[in-house]
Nanobody
């Protein structure tokens, strides 16, 4: 079975940092695009950042560029999201997801498998 396990969320003050981890199992990690998506209360789910080993590329939402860094460790089947200079508007549930699509995108409807979310709360 495909499984994605997200962890690393928490409560942090504005300007602080967190690192999220997504451990994947049940599929060939390098063959999938992996993304971090977030959903704040009352808002639609949005792609924060995505990474693809197969096309050696990353995508960032404009709102997180320069603050978030996505990386992968294929040996550990793990994708990380380093989040620096966090802002209250980054508060959301963060989900990791996997896509086997032909095209590399960071749009939630193109992702097939989802892990449980991890809550990130940034206080002002």
């Amino acid at each position: 079975d495909v499984q994605l396990q997200a962890s690393g969320g928490g409560l942090v003050q504005a300007g602080g940092s967190l690192r999220l981890s997504c451990v994947a199992s049940g599929f060939t990690f390098e063959d999938y695009h992996i993304g971090w998506f977030r959903q704040a209360p009352g808002k639609e789910r949005e792609g924060a950042s995505c990474i693809s080993s197969s096309v050696n590329s990353t995508i960032y939402a404009d709102s997180v560029k320069g603050r978030f860094t996505i990386s992968s460790d294929n040996a550990k089947n793990t994708v990380y999201l380093q989040m620096n200079n966090l802002k209250p508007e980054d508060t959301a549930v963060y989900y990791c997801a996997a896509s086997h699509g032909y095209y590399f995108r960071c749009q939630s409807w193109t992702y097939d498998y989802w892990g449980q979310g991890t809550q990130v709360t940034v206080s002002s």
